[in-house]
């Protein structure tokens, strides 16, 4: 059994995987939410740890998107997916692209990859960096840290002609890291493949996220409602001065 680094050699499962998670509804929420809050006048977004590009599908009919993310094999799919747009492979934690955006969004729990609240602190910062005065941020954190379990056991599965997939983990948490130890089946005409893919992520707590922000020249708050059950949702505008 081959242990892979993070979604390099799952990439090609991941839309089929998440399937069930409506896109197109998460994207309205969050452009309701930029537009109530944004005072900046342009509309560039930068989608950071964009994966497949299944945000940016519907963010784009309302803003000029660039995406951006770690994974080159993940990025190769967004591209093909949206020739016209411009991708970056970078680090969310630390980046320098030049440029200020009036929005940016890092959905899908995908901050919790950053691991630590110093790793954390540099990433607020790097977002900072490149949101115009009155930009938005938005930011769709993993479970908070007085609510992920130890020992409970997870299965997916996908059911279709062509591919079966039965994907299973049983969460661990080693202090303030949640370790999500995947194994996968993965019935093809091909045959059986068995992968296991390793994520760690941060387990943050929400009020230390909100001074963390505030602390970067951000009005924060947490909606407890957010895109998904039990994460939440930050969104945060900086200020103008
Ligand atoms: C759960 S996926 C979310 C993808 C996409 N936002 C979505 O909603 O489908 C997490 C993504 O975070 C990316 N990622 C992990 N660590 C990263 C980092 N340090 N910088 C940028 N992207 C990162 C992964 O490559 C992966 O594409």
């Known amino acids: 059994m081959k242990t892979e680094k993070m979604w390099s050699e799952l990439a090609g499962y991941y839309d089929i995987l998440y399937s069930w998670k409506d896109y197109e509804k998460e994207a309205a929420v969050i452009h309701k939410l930029i537009r109530q809050l944004k005072k900046s006048p342009g509309n560039e977004l930068l989608d950071i740890a964009c994966g497949t ?39 969310m934690v630390s980046f320098d692209l030049k440029k200020r955006f009036d929005v940016i969004t890092c959905l899908f729990s995908s901050i919790g990859y950053v691991k630590t609240y110093t790793n954390l602190m540099k990433t607020i910062d790097t977002f900072s960096w490149h949101l115009k005065p009155g930009g938005v941020l938005v930011i769709e954190p993993f479970i908070p840290r007085n609510k992920f379990y130890s020992g409970i056991p997870f299965a997916d599965f996908v059911d279709e002609p062509d591919i079966k997939i039965c994907r299973m983990s049983v969460s661990k948490r080693r202090g303030n890291m949640a370790i999500l130890d995947f194994h996968f089946l993965i019935a093809t005409r091909k045959g059986i493949e068995r992968l296991r893919d390793k994520h760690e992520l941060g387990l943050f707590d929400v009020e230390r996220v909100l001074r963390l922000l505030k602390s970067h020249g951000f009005r924060a708050k947490y909606l407890r409602e957010g895109l998904m059950e039990e994460r939440g949702l930050f969104i945060a505008v900086k200020k103008q001065w």
């Open 53 to 91: 590009g299944n945000h940016i599908r519907y963010l784009k009919k309302h803003y000029k998107v660039t995406g951006a993310d770690l994974n080159k094999e993940m990025l190769k799919i967004a591209k093909k997916k949206f020739p016209r747009l411009t991708f970056h492979q970078l680090n």
